[in-house]
């Protein structure tokens, strides 16, 4: 029978320092990659929302000059993005918000995810963002707007999905927590018909 050698014994600070040179060695031996597609998801239906720029999850390759048109019409480019459809979207929560002002004959309820659950899911770690409506309006939401207004990505109004024609796939909207009346300035803040967003 074949005699197995002792195991010898190897100093405990001897050890730490070893695996931490390992540890090392690997972290710079391993490329830096994008986050995993997998930690957000992939659209099961059409795309109807897309979030670049200063985020942490993607699960979409960089822009592609040939497939993404539209946002090549726009001049919107990117190494990665995160992608929604209303499935995806819906699945952060969907809030109803009622949102009356003075220029529309009736309030209207409007349902979709909060902007900030929005943001959280594509791992934005900027702090303004951007939105671009089809028509190339770009619509700036600073930080401290983000945080003190309830705003909502409406994916609904009163019901019904927005669709082209009606100021569609999204209308961002808020609510004011302390309950104030809106007013024509904040109606103008919605941006509509909005399809993309760009966080810095």
């Not at 004959?105 to 900027?126: I, M």
């Not at 705003?151 to 100021?167: A, E, S, T």
């Given at each position: 029978?074949?005699?197995?050698?002792?195991?010898?014994?190897?100093?405990?600070?001897?050890?730490?320092?070893?695996?931490?040179?390992?540890?090392?060695?690997?972290?710079?031996l391993m490329p830096e990659t994008a986050p995993r597609a997998a930690d957000l998801g992939k659209p099961a239906g059409p795309v109807?929302?897309?979030?670049?720029?200063?985020?942490g999850a993607a699960n979409r390759p960089a822009f592609d000059d040939a497939n993404d048109s539209f946002l090549n019409y726009h001049e919107k480019t990117f190494q990665s993005a995160a992608e929604f459809d209303r499935a995806m979207l819906e699945s952060l929560?969907?809030?109803?918000?009622?949102?009356?002002?003075?220029?529309?004959?009736?309030?209207?309820?409007?349902?979709?995810?909060?902007?900030?659950?929005?943001?959280?899911?594509?791992?934005?770690?900027?702090?303004?963002?951007?939105?671009?409506?089809?028509?190339?309006?770009?619509?700036?939401?600073?930080?401290?707007d983000i945080e003190s207004l309830d705003?909502?990505?409406?994916?609904?109004?009163?019901?019904?999905?927005?669709?082209?024609?009606?100021?569609g796939p999204i209308w961002l909207v808020y609510r004011r927590p302390d309950g104030a009346v809106l007013t024509a300035e904040d109606e103008q803040r919605w941006p509509w018909a909005a399809f993309y967003i760009e966080v810095e």
């Open positions: 029978m074949t005699e197995i050698p002792a195991l010898r014994m190897v100093p405990r600070g001897l050890l730490s320092a070893v695996l931490a040179a390992a540890f090392c060695v690997a972290a710079v109807v929302l897309t979030v670049a720029g200063d985020i929560g969907m809030q109803r918000v009622e949102i009356a002002y003075e220029g529309w004959a009736q309030p209207s309820t409007f349902e979709g995810p909060w902007l900030k659950d929005v943001l959280a899911a594509a791992g934005a770690s900027g702090r303004n963002v951007t939105v671009v409506a089809l028509d190339g309006f770009g619509a700036e939401i600073p930080a401290a705003w909502v990505v409406g994916l609904k109004r009163d019901g019904r999905y927005l669709g082209l024609g009606q100021r």
